[in-house]
């Protein structure tokens, strides 16, 4: 069991004990593989074992937690989920169909609402680079920016189905990035572009070209990442670069 953190010498109060261990394991302060108890867990964080059980529970419907012998319930021996190619391309396709549709709604915006997504965007995408020229560079802080640019568009455009969709598969999606992130840094210029595509196309109304910037974003993201992970192209349906 990896030791979450430096015991406390005195219990704490419960607290987001959920959100505790999700960080943990997105941030990859718990590796693939990792075995997670609630006894180890509930020592470890200063907390009863009753809000750990919860937790756990909700990080095995998330998919952050599987069962370390493929069974399921009772005592089960739970895990930090591995980290396959696979699962990252279609994460992140998936996330990419999904902000594509929450981004097409920018094009029914009033133009006084759309100038102003347009400028909050825009500030975003300025932090992002800030945050990726620091040196030394620090890779949580510019994971927060990355995430903080395409939130923008979600905050302003996506309604409570598709909000509700992306959370599902949010964790998921955010350890990749997390995780993986100084293998495709800090050389970040491609991804630039990419941004200043989906601000462009806000700014111009169109809701087709809104979507497919957003989606190029992220289906190309996935492609230079799962070709860092794996050590070979991936091809990767309707990216394009």
């Known amino acids: 069991m990896t030791r979450l953190t430096p015991r406390p010498a005195r219990r704490r109060a419960a607290g987001p004990v959920y959100q505790r261990l999700r960080d943990l394991i997105v941030r990859g302060r718990l590796g693939p593989g990792a075995r997670v108890t609630e006894s180890q867990a509930a020592a470890d964080l200063g907390v009863s074992r009753t809000p750990v059980r919860e937790a756990m529970q909700r990080l095995v419907r998330d998919g952050l937690?599987?069962?370390?012998?493929?069974?399921?319930?009772?005592?089960?021996?739970?895990?930090?989920?591995?980290?396959?190619?696979?699962?990252?391309?279609?994460?992140?396709r998936l996330a990419g169909a999904l902000e594509g549709l929450a981004a097409r709604a920018a094009a029914?915006?009033?133009?006084?609402?759309?100038?102003?997504?347009?400028?909050?965007?825009?500030?975003?995408?300025?932090?992002?680079?800030?945050a990726a020229a620091a040196r030394p560079l620090d890779y949580d802080r510019l994971f927060q920016r990355h995430a903080a640019v395409h939130q923008t568009v979600i905050d302003a455009c996506a309604g409570l189905e598709l909000r509700a969709?992306?959370?599902?598969?949010?964790?998921?999606?955010?350890?990749?990035?997390?995780?993986?992130?100084?293998?495709?840094?800090?050389?970040?210029?491609?991804?630039?572009?990419e941004h200043e595509a989906i601000i462009r196309a806000v700014r111009r109304g169109t809701a087709d070209s809104v979507e497919r910037a957003m989606r190029a974003n992220w289906f190309n993201g996935a492609l230079r990442l799962a070709r860092a992970l794996a050590g070979r192209a991936v091809p990767l349906p309707g990216a394009t670069g």
């Open 65 to 92: 937690l599987v069962p370390a012998n493929g069974e399921h319930g009772g005592r089960t021996r739970l895990v930090v989920a591995p980290m396959e190619v696979e699962t990252l391309v279609e994460l992140y």
């Open 108 to 130: 029914s915006l009033p133009r006084a609402t759309r100038v102003a997504l347009v400028r909050r965007l825009g500030s975003a995408e300025r932090a992002f680079r800030q």
């Open 165 to 193: 969709a992306l959370e599902v598969i949010r964790p998921r999606v955010d350890r990749f990035e997390w995780y993986y992130a100084p293998l495709v840094g800090p050389d970040l210029r491609v991804t630039y572009r």
